[in-house]
């Protein structure tokens, strides 16, 4: 029996006719997406004038932990994501990366507010309003602007719904147009991502992996967002695709001055895409940067260690090539390390390590570190960079010799920094 919600393949119209999974040699799937790339569009330009779309400062998100039985009692928090802070340019893209479980994820939904932050604030758009704290009602003109792109293109779209009814739903929820005027907006958005408009009425089980991502992106599109956030938009395609849905995404970005929070794994794509790169670590972010200072001048053991695990990162301004392998699992976020929350798996840790956390400290015009011995790789210095600005002597102890300094907390890039060779307030 025919199922009418899936009709059977038609072959003699299918709608993988674009034949980007079948372009896919065996030659093309061994290349790496850093050289696939390069036959694509060149890498995604820094505006360093464009004004945040987004400000995030000191976001939390804890999420409860409740004990078994009958009366079920808080005993403990995930800390998923603790005081995190970060802009994103009017568009422009700023990447998201760390091992799985940093709390990546819970970023991206605590912006589109699927989750309601446990603390801090979001300031989104032109007037700088605070998403974090508003209701529902309130935030209903705010959603079209802020929408997501999601990992799985097999499970982020309904089966039993036509790609017209799944691109054209956001129409009709935030009754934007009249209903006439859906079908030929789907049929626009379909050309735009690259798609056949007249498929509209097809299911997502006729789709490639990529066409469905792309049909994904053309529903992330509908209302005109300002700001993506994409989680892991490639990762669950072959390589040779995921160069032409990041092309895609940097056409769409052009055309419609989008801005992106994109999530990834994969430091190589992430390169190409994010003129600017945070890293997080259990929930904090441990560096962000420029891309020349992440992946030339990267300061933070952590990301030092990311870095080098990646086989077509040169990391020709660190002077080394080898693989750093960090030791142990990543600790629970129920119960982090005191201090420094890499320390356990830090190479460099001292005793101050676990007594003082780190700051965020801008060590450049658009360079941010939290570590006490931050440095390039062999050029880490033997004494905390960080003891004289927070009043602590070498093992993290009180020093009542030393007067603490104001550590700027902006979630943006000030236009003075610590520098870390004279160990003085510097501008440009
Ligand atoms: N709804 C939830 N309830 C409780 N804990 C959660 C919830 N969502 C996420 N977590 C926990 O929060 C931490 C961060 O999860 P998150 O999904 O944000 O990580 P991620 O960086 O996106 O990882 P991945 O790379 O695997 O996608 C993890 O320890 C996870 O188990
Ligand atoms: S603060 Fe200490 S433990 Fe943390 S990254 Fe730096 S050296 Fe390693
Ligand atoms: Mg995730």
Known sequence: MTDVNHPPHDPENPAVTEGEELSASNEEQKLTFAQLAQTGHAPTELDPDAEPVLSVDNLKMYFPVKSSGL?????????????????????????????????????????TRLYTPTGGSMQFGEKKQDIARMSNRELKPLRRDVQMIFQDPYTSLNPRHTVGAIVGAPLEVHNVVPKNKVLPRVQELLEVVGLNPEHYNRYPNEFSGGQRQRIGIAR???????????????????????????????????????????????????????????VMYLGKIVEIADRESIYNHAHHPYTQALLSAVPDIKQAGQGRRERIRLEGDVPSPINPPSGCRFRTRCPLAQEICAKVEPPLLQIGPRHKVACHFAGEIGRHPATPVTSGLLGVDRQGSPDPAVTPQPVGTNPGYDKQWFDLDSQQMVSA
């Open 71 to 111: 009366v079920r009692r808080t005993i403990g928090h995930v800390q998923a994501v603790d005081g995190i802070s970060f802009q994103v340019p009017r568009g422009g893209s700023l990447g998201l990366v760390g091992e799985s479980g940093c709390g990546k994820s819970t970023t991206g939904r605590l912006i």
């Open 220 to 278: 992330a599109l509908t209302l005109n967002p300002k700001l993506l956030v994409a989680d892991e938009p490639v990762s669950a395609l072959d390589v040779s695709i995921q160069a032409q849905v990041i092309n895609l995404l940097q056409d769409l970005q052009q055309e419609f001055d989008i801005a992106f929070l994109f999530i990834a794994h994969d430091l190589a794509v992430v390169r190409h895409f994010c003129p600017e790169v945070a």
